[in-house]
């Protein structure tokens, strides 16, 4: 819940902030099957494959207009601006 403050764009500085709305395509990325996979093939394999892995949804999201917001083990939090649904999904399939 926004306080009034936030509401009227104060922030904690007593500075006047900027607040805008901003309609977002949230995709969440995980890969199935990778704890099965990390314990079969080690942590160093892992990590490597993860690296990889980011680096394709990276690229796969910004060539759409997205960004990635968040990696976190095998998943990643990506935005797209609100009017790209189309190009979200066929970004997060390739």
């Known amino acids: 819940m926004m306080t009034d403050h936030a509401r009227q ?6 500075r006047s902030l900027q607040l805008t709305a901003e309609h977002l395509v ?3 990325t ?3 099957g990778s704890t099965a996979a ?4 080690g942590d160093e394999s892992t990590v490597a494959v993860l ?3 980011y680096a394709l949804v990276a690229d796969a999201a910004t060539s ?3 960004r990635v917001i968040k990696v976190m083990g095998d998943a990643a939090l990506v935005t797209f ?3 790209c649904v189309r190009e979200a999904v066929e970004a997060m399939r390739s």
């Open 26 to 28: 949230l995709a969440l």
């Open 9 to 14: 764009g104060e922030g904690q500085s007593g």
């Open 38 to 41: 990390c314990v079969a093939h």
């Open 51 to 53: 690296a990889d892995y």
């Open 81 to 83: 601006p609100g009017g």
């Open 64 to 66: 759409a207009g997205g």
């Open 30 to 32: 995980s890969v199935p």
